[in-house]
């Protein structure tokens, strides 16, 4: 599918019309909620080509559905991409990468410090097929490359990182993967469409839990995988069959939300960059995790692949899970819960959000401590937020 009608348009503009060009159902000015599940065909010759993917239309919305249909045309614009299939969740998402395209016998190069729910897919389920996972120190990129180099059929990289906020490498890594002849895929859910675009680096595929800054609501749960088509149809294949299917309420849903998805990143850029610069001057905070900081390791990597440095960034306080005990409870503008990418400020430690499946040795393993608390920075008015986390460092 072409993209050249939408060269030189900003990304706030095809957030809000890319999929939506054409007049909806009574000439409705927004997307319709389509929430039949069958599609009537009078004629059999049509309903055919329909059915065999020869002429455009739906047969069952297990396979397609209209609403989900813009949502997915949408998403594909705004990452520049040749196809892309949506799933219930960003873990069905990636999950049918994984499942789809490997083999027994094959290799997967990943990082260490990928979402909790990813780590344990490698760790757990890859394995019981016979699918060898190489789980590299996400901050050794020399150990990543020559790992990829030393055979690779599928390369998996997440950045920034959840939760500690680490940056890769992805020209170089893509290159190595590349020259190993592996699939590179790469989940972009932390940066969004908006700071990153994986593809235009020369990534096969870029992954997304929509459930979270795509929305950015936090009321609808989705995933989304954009890139080559040859690999999107595969995997739309394999989700064709085993059901994870987007619904249309929360295409809806997401939709909706894509279309301030430019506005919200860049006010969350901005809110997160000015708390990571209060924090990382605290007296009670033992080390900030943020790429926008000049301080951070990856800085300049980070600089030179994102077009911003994301509305996510975690810190650890001085006195350990003691000290997360006493902090959360007096903030006065976040929710305490497992979530990220909505308008509101969200906070928690990853031992109860994005790791809880693994124990603390493990936790430990992957570099994230217990006194760690990942914080997705909101849209409130920033004087508030930093105000509401002094006053509540102060209290430990």
Known sequence: MTNQKWDGISKSTKAVWAGEEETFFEGAAQVPIINSVSYNHDDVDEWLEVALGKREGHIYSRNTNPTVKVFEEKMRVLEDAEAATSFSTGMAAISNILFTLLSPGQRVVSVKDTYGGTSIVFMEHLPRFDINVTMCETHDQDAIEAETLNGCDLLYLETP?????????????????????????????????????????????????????????????????????????????????????????????????????????????????????????????????????????????AKAQMSGFGGMLSFSLKGGFDAVRHFLPQIRFAHRAAHLGGVETIVGPPRTTSHVELTEIQRQELGIPESLIRCSVGIEGIEDIIADFDQALADI
Do not use: W
Not at 256 to 276: D, F, H, P, V, Y
């Open 161 to 301: 990182t959840n939760p500690t906020m680490k940056v890769l490498d992805l020209k170089r890594l893509i290159a190595a993967g590349k020259k190993a002849g592996a699939i590179i895929v790469v989940d972009n859910t932390f940066a969004t469409p908006i700071n990153q675009n994986p593809l235009a680096l020369g990534a096969d595929l870029v992954v997304h839990s929509a459930t979270k800054f795509i929305g950015g609501h936090s009321d609808a749960l989705g995933g989304i995988v954009c890139g080559r088509e040859d690999l999107v149809n595969k995997i739309y294949g394999f989700r064709e069959i085993n059901g994870a299917t987007l619904d249309a309420n929360s295409a809806y849903l997401l939709l909706r939300g894509l279309k301030t998805l430019k506005l919200r990143i860049e006010c969350q850029n901005s809110n997160a960059m000015a708390l990571a610069q209060f924090l990382e001057t605290h007296e009670k905070v033992d080390k900030v995790f943020y790429p926008g900081l000049k301080s951070d390791p990856a800085h300049d990597i």
